[in-house]
């Protein structure tokens, strides 16, 4: 085992997970019929060339779900994109092009923007808190507090954004929290023994996961799971001393085993748990805090 997490870049799994999304969202938007307002409105041969334009700067992330959009709807309309998912982009600035079926345009217009807005709202968040630990040796991680169904796709985002990927789900790593914790001591177990009760029945399943943490509040608990030698230990809502000390810990008695702050996370205390020495903060915030990027079409002409 490691503490290398399967890290989100954009891959045909990626692409399929927002495919099953697209289909959703078209469901939603269209449903049986058709975009009334449209087929009223707009002549079929009519042709438009219209601008994907940032409102707003930030971080862009989700170019390459346009034209699934499009495919997915059937659009009779070309996409090129102006820019890169992970950059830097400033308000006013023209992402990406679409020229074609006005009447197609029109209609797929409100799904890929709230893909686009979405994502580059993330990423633009996570490269906020990436910028607020620069020059420590912290890495910024998300969690699993994302949006049901949208996990590849938000996690994507914060890779956009400069972070890194927690466990993708309960299946690719053990994570002893708190609950499991209380329960093991309601049985009698002790923190060490649930880790190796862990290491025994995943030998036994021959299972591959990618890590085993375990999540301590104390620095009781820490000092007593160090000897177990998990692979990865997170520290939940410690003070800035309690963090350090749990550091000084560590070096002298586990100087492999990775150390994780989380809880009471926010841009404004990052920086200074960052500087405590632990190696990687999770942070929710990344994912069920994240607003929208502001992000517009244009109209260009026929």
Known sequence: MNTNFQQVDWSDEVAEAARQLIRLAIREDVGEQCDWSTRCLVPPEAKGRVAIVARQAGVVAGLPIVPLVLEEMGAVVEFQSLASDGDSIERGQTLATLDGSAADILTAERVFLNFLGRLSGIASLTRQYVDAVAGTEAAVYDTRKT?????????????????????????????????????????????????????????????????????VDTLEQLENVLAAAPDIVLLDNMTLDQLRTAVELRAERGPQIVLEASGGVNLKTIGDIARTGVDRISVGALTHSAVALDVGLDWRGG
């Open 147 to 215: 949006t049901p169904g949208w996990r590849m796709l938000e996690k994507y985002a914060v890779r956009r954004g400069g972070g890194f990927n927690h466990r993708l789900g309960l299946h690719r790593a053990v994570m002893i929290k708190d609950n499991h914790v209380a329960l093991a001591a309601q049985e009698g177990m002790t923190l060490p023994a649930a880790v190796a009760e862990v290491r025994t029945n995943l030998a036994a399943a021959q299972a591959e996961v990618e890590a085993v943490e375990v999540e």
